[in-house]
């Protein structure tokens, strides 16, 4: 027993030894979110005072034991702790600290550090960005943080998008934020000037889809006074400040990446009749009639698939791109190049951008640095006649033409022939026809930075973002449908838009006694737009083949425009912190606009703000877990200048012509006092961390508008029947919730990421003109409600006796008549979602990383006219209809929701009520990531920093009880044959070296 006890100590006095040997430990260092390696990274023994510091390739060398666990920080990222486990070689990926209170965010004019402003904002990373195959940077933010709203009415490469922050704020000025790029104000929207009308109307082109979203580093969203005021008249609807990339000091790294993938349309589930159901509908509507049955024998054997040939089954996506950052401590860089190329699911629909840029930054002494940054980019879009064009649109003409007919006759020629809808045929139209566009984009700045004293810093900056639009169609005498003209008929349109802006700013920075910090800057802010623009047609062409603007004989029509804008301002920020615990902020900003009258050109804006660090109070020191506790407030102004240039003018219209000789008349009468909507904001917060896992803020906001422009009437007796007046309020109030949890920590091999977010928002009109309603359509603007409020006649069902359609009249009594409903209408719901947001889990195991991220919208109503057309009843004879139309009623006594078939339908049962108005909620897998990061140690082998591979999806699945085509719709609130959102499913490769 005695020999067995001594064995025993002697085998763990050995295996503690070889446990506890030192071992030399090598590896390399990178930045998660693209790969490249990241030079001072401190990598520390925990427990000891060993360690080291990575070089400028991001390697890294020590003696541990072989039981130690090694510590990895770096200022902005998750300090990561990886056990050596006995091994030799360790490569680690660091994660940003996106909760870290020395984060710093970018904010008006500078930076911030997370802690001490006082504000309300939001950022996204280029970790969340980069993967993704979208083809506009706005697109990347939905879902992505609280009170932020991202709606698309078309899913077609390159479209205009919705951005809405803290609800709807105007009526009749602009609702879009103002967007910033590394300190520029730019241009957003649609330029497209073949958006007037015809056959082309809604045709999208949307100016952010110039910018490659792999050259951003982060999006920051400004929401409240705090954080908007000091852009002044043009921050009431929220700040997107984007910044791109820039170098780091170190050796030169290059990124090589490359993506190709497929899309699809989303909108499998939307079906329409086949041509038996077709017959069989169109006649039974006939009989039901009193009429005879139509005699469909010529079309026997003929069920084409109109869908099957609007929308491709297999889109492609091809994205390469390269780029390459480093420098010296003064010098440094940032460059890439980079092609984009997206074929749209709809037939006729595509995008296809080349982009690059260069930043650079350099510190020619020790007081005056100076820097560019350069972006440019080449964009080619084709798109599809848009979904007014009924059945020369891909889009709608899939969905209604009868598949009796087929798109080609026996020999394989274009069938044009059928007489009930024309002729159209979009599928000929979209080989005959040519539509296009060609964009050019530079948006570019320079600036200088002089530091008069160590705490006095003066910085100039002078930027210009320019755009030129080029749109060629030409439409060919052989297609059919609102494209037709006999000889042809060529339109070029031509959109110039130039911003240029000037800002020059002091910053005095200063702590006095270790405990009071104060930081002031001082601006001055020119800026300047110009836009002229051109649109021409010419008719008669020789040959189809002859398609030059130049080659028609007769000039059809020409016209140009040449507007702009201008804005003079100054501001000012003050903030001041006392050791840590009590912030104070305010800001002023005073601004001169061209836009308004001359009697209300200027105007003031301001905010103030505060918070208070309680966790750093010393009644707080002995709860451990919580880590950091911070209550946020601010009160301030913001202005709306989104109105027309020439509003405040008194203006005459020309074009009035008689008998052959010029006429102009009065077309506007001049409004001296008109100014800017004001918007009045309170917001408070509350920031927390727990246990250093989990992180997050509330917030409730009130965001009060006063001013609101509205047309006003006038006497008729004028010439003039309104006036644009600034006489009306709305009210937008909320609250927000967003939270990091880590589940499991960045110590462990295997570590898991939650993050969630979640905002309700209730809109509210508080005052117009007189208090009178105003009459939008299927919308109505009342006092005390939503923007957004449908104003309808009540649908009450089908009569089970009949079939005939029933609705409810003034006295809430069943009737059968549509007229005694529709003088009767009532706010009947409104669009406003209850509570909207999106959720993000994210998995890691060694150098596997799994994402996947949800969005979702709860409440809200959605009306879809595209259901008044394919559910009409036998309304619209010869389109085809949905396949919900064979639910109709049949017989005596059928309990249903579809009337009867009706040869015209004059029951007016698919006319505007509550029958196409749908609950609007949704759950949409967004975006699925499956990558992994090869061993730098393997891909060492191979002379790279790293190597990734992944494979993503987006827009996989979606939940919901939405009949129509896609729950997730623009702010219009109205459905109206969308182009759908496609299934994207890309494959990519990451190289850095």
């Avoid at 609702?175 to 910033?180: G, S």
């Avoid at 709809?346 to 007081?367: C, K, M, P, Q, V």
């Avoid at 002859?546 to 003079?568: D, E, Q």
Wanted: glycine share 10%; net charge negative.
């Amino acid at each position: 027993m005695k020999k067995f006890f001594i064995l025993c100590g002697l085998l763990l006095f050995v295996g503690s030894t070889l446990f506890g040997q030192q071992i030399r430990v090598t590896g390399t260092v990178t930045d998660a979110s693209d790969g490249n390696t990241l030079p001072g990274v401190t990598v520390a023994v925990r427990g000891t005072t060993q360690g080291t510091v990575t070089d400028m390739n991001g390697r890294y060398e020590l003696n541990a034991a072989s039981d130690a666990v090694l510590v990895y920080s770096f200022i902005g990222m998750a300090t990561r702790e990886v056990r050596v486990d006995g091994r030799s070689i360790i490569d680690v990926a660091l994660q940003a600290d996106m909760v870290g209170l020395e984060e710093v965010i970018v904010i008006g004019y500078g930076t911030a550090r997370r802690e001490t402003f006082t504000g309300s904002a939001s950022t996204v990373g280029s970790d969340k960005i980069e993967l993704m195959p979208i083809t506009s940077v706005d697109k990347a933010l939905q879902g992505a943080m609280p009170g932020v709203s991202v709606t698309s009415s078309s899913g077609q490469p390159g479209s205009n998008s919705q951005t809405i922050i803290r609800g709807i704020g105007s009526i009749s000025a602009g609702t879009q934020p103002l967007y910033v790029v590394d300190g520029i104000p730019i241009a957003t929207g649609n330029f497209s000037q073949q958006s007037a009308g015809g056959t082309w109307n809604n045709y999208s082109h949307n100016a952010l889809s110039h910018i490659n979203p792999n050259d951003i580093a982060s999006i920051t969203v400004l929401k409240d006074a705090s954080a908007t005021a000091i852009y002044g008249s043009r921050a009431s609807n929220g700040v997107i400040l984007i910044t791109t990339k820039r170098g780091r000091e170190g050796e030169t790294n290059f990124r090589v990446s490359s993506q190709f993938g497929f899309s699809t349309r989303t909108t499998e589930h939307f079906e329409v009749l086949n041509s038996a159901e077709y017959i069989q509908l169109t006649n039974e509507g006939r009989a039901n009639s009193g009429l005879a049955p139509t005699d469909f024998s010529a079309f026997e054997g003929t069920d084409f698939d109109w869908i099957g040939a609007a929308f491709r089954e297999d889109a492609p996506t091809t994205n390469f791109e390269v780029s390459a950052n480093g420098g010296t401590a003064r010098t440094k860089f940032f460059a890439s190049l980079s092609y984009f190329d997206q074929k749209g699911i709809a037939i006729g629909s595509d995008l296809e951008r080349l982009s690059a840029r260069l930043n650079l930054d350099n510190e020619a002494t020790e007081r005056l640095s100076f820097g560019m940054n350069l972006g440019l980019s080449f964009t080619e879009q084709g798109t599809a006649p848009a979904q007014s064009a009924f059945f020369t649109s891909p889009v709608t003409g899939s969905y209604l033409l009868p598949p009796i007919y087929s798109a080609y006759n026996e020999d394989g020629t274009y069938n044009m022939s059928y007489p009930a809808l024309g002729g159209v045929n979009f599928v000929a139209n979209n080989d005959f026809n040519d539509n296009g566009s060609e964009a050019y984009r530079l948006i570019t700045n320079v600036y200088a930075q002089y530091k008069i004293l160590d705490n006095l810093v003066f910085r100039s900056q002078f930027g210009v973002d320019y755009l030129n639009l080029l749109e060629e169609h030409y439409d060919d005498p052989r297609a059919k449908g609102n494209t037709a003209f006999e000889s042809g008929r060529a339109t070029v349109s031509d959109a110039r838009n130039l911003i240029w802006s000037n800002s020059n700013t002091l910053n005095f920075s200063e702590t006095f006694d270790n405990v009071h910090n104060i930081n002031v800057l001082l601006g001055h802010e020119a800026q300047a737009a110009d836009e002229k623009d051109f649109y021409t047609a010419s008719e008669e062409f020789a040959s189809f083949q002859l398609r030059r603007l130049s080659s028609g004989a007769i000039p059809a029509y020409a016209f140009g425009t040449a507007t702009g804008w201008r804005v003079l301002s100054v501001f000012t920020r003050g903030e001041y912190n006392y050791d840590g615990r009590y912030y104070f902020s305010s800001t002023f900003r005073r601004d001169g606009s061209s836009r308004f009258g001359r009697d209300n050109r200027y105007a003031n804006f301001w905010s103030v703000g505060g918070s208070w660090r309680i966790s750093r109070e010393s009644f707080m020191q002995d709860i451990d877990f919580l880590t950091n506790l911070q209550l946020r407030a601010s009160y301030g102004t913001a202005g709306n200048s989104q109105i027309g240039n020439f509003s405040s003018l008194g203006l005459y219209g020309y074009g009035r012509d008689y008998n052959n000789s010029p006429g102009s008349s009065p077309a506007q009468f001049e409004n001296a006092d008109l100014t800017w909507e004001k918007n009045t904001n309170y917001n408070i917060g509350l920031d927390f961390v727990v246990f250093e896992r989990f992180s997050g803020s509330i917030e409730y906001y009130n965001r009060h508008t006063s001013d609101l422009l509205l047309f006003t009437p006038l006497s008729s007796t004028a010439g003039i029947t309104t006036m644009l007046r600034n006489v009306g309020e709305m009210e937008n109030k909320g609250l927000e919730f967003q939270a990091n949890l880590i589940l499991l920590p960045h110590t462990s091999e295997f570590q898991w990421n939650f993050d969630f977010n979640i905002s309700a928002n209730k809109n509210s009109i508080l005052k117009l003109v007189d208090g009178e309603d105003i009459p939008a359509g299927i919308f109505i603007r009342r006092e005390g409600e939503s923007f957004l409020s449908y104003y309808a006649p009540e649908w009450a069902g089908v009569n089970p006796a009949n079939g005939r359609p029933l609705w409810k009249d003034a006295d809430g009594n069943i009737t059968n008549v549509y007229t005694n409903a529709s003088n009767s209408r009532n706010i009947v719901g409104n669009a406003d979602p209850d509570y909207q947001g999106g959720f993000t889990n994210t998995f890691s195991y060694k150098g596997f990383s799994l994402s996947t991220f949800f969005s979702y919208s709860v409440g809200g109503m959605l009306f879809d006219d595209t259901y008044r057309l394919l559910n009409s009843d036998g309304a619209f004879v010869g389109f085809n209809q949905s396949r919900d139309q064979l639910k109709r009623w049949t017989e005596e006594g059928q309990l249903t929701d579809t009337p009867i078939r009706l040869n015209g339908n004059a029951t007016s049962s698919n006319a505007f009520s509550t029958r196409n108005l749908y609950d609007n909620s949704y759950l949409r897998l967004k975006n699925v990531t499956l990558s992994y990061r090869v061993p730098a140690s393997i891909a060492g082998l191979a002379s790279l920093n790293s190597a990734r591979i992944y494979v993503q999806g987006q827009n996989l699945l979606t939940w919901t009880d939405y009949p129509g085509m896609d729950p997730e719709q623009n702010f219009n609130a109205s459905v109206w044959f969308v182009y759908p959102q496609s299934r994207t499913i890309t494959f990519g490769l990451d190289l850095t070296f």
